[in-house]
């Protein structure tokens, strides 16, 4: 099982980026996806959660509901985080992994917001 993060970098707060996730060693159409993002010293935090189906809807906390969008594509197998209206508390190492499996992290993908 593999995961590998990008899109992500510096931006300033009120900005966008959208963060891609292409996973393999498993068959991507049949699993629950999440996004996750990693700070220091307080680990990770789920930030979404996609149903397998394609165009089913995220699930997001309400950190992010109304800014974050997610997606997927099954015939990628990719993982979209699009995040808009970004807040300096975004500043993290964004992360895909399956829902609830113990998978090996990928390397992320940081974002930074800062002025």
């Known amino acids: 099982v593999q995961y590998v993060e990008s899109g992500g970098g510096l931006v300033q707060p009120g900005g966008s980026l959208r963060l891609s996730c292409v996973a393999s060693g498993f068959r991507f159409e049949i699993d629950d996806m999440s996004w996750y993002r990693r700070t220091p010293g307080k680990g990770y935090d789920l930030v979404a959660t996609?149903?397998?189906?394609?165009?089913?809807?995220?699930i997001l906390p309400d950190s992010v509901k109304g800014r974050f969008t997610a997606s997927r594509d099954n015939a990628k197998n990719t993982l979209y985080l699009q995040m808009n209206n970004l807040k300096p508390d975004d500043t993290a190492v964004y992360h895909c992994?399956?829902?609830?499996?113990?998978?090996?992290w990928g390397q992320g993908t940081q974002v930074t917001v800062s002025s």
């Open positions: 992994r399956r829902t609830f499996m113990s998978d090996p």
């Open positions: 996609l149903p397998r189906r394609n165009g089913a809807s995220a």
